[in-house]
């Protein structure tokens, strides 16, 4: 199982510790439709039936693909993509490079789905 979020980072790590004791998808659904209260949206990537939940204002969608967070951003990055060009996302000059990034992340969504487990460290560079 994986989780990530997008939205206020102070709310998501001061709810964190009770994604981190959830065992199973549907206990962080119910703590994400609880907590979130529009702060942050959730999305989740189960391995055990290959789904993917987006929980968003307390809104649970299940699905074989979702994105969380902010729609101008995500074309955005569509955009460089297909531009291969890197992307400033802060103001420290952190940079993403959308060709590798899809790349690695597909293949890891792939591979946690076949019960493989990668660190995702790297995906970001300074």
Known sequence: MM???AGDVVSFESDFHMYNQAQNCLEIIK???KFQNGKYEVIIADNKDEKIYTIKNSITQESKV???GDSDAFSEYQKAYHENTPIIIDPN???I???ISVI???GK???IFSGNSYQT???LKN
Do not use: D, T, Y
């Open 3 to 5: 989780i990530g979020f």
């Open 31 to 33: 703590i994400a439709v």
């Open 66 to 68: 979702g994105f969380i």
């Open 93 to 95: 000059h952190a940079q």
């Open 97 to 99: 490079n959308p060709k």
């Open 104 to 106: 690695e992340i597909g």
């Open 109 to 111: 969504l792939s591979n």
């Open 121 to 123: 460290n790297n995906w």
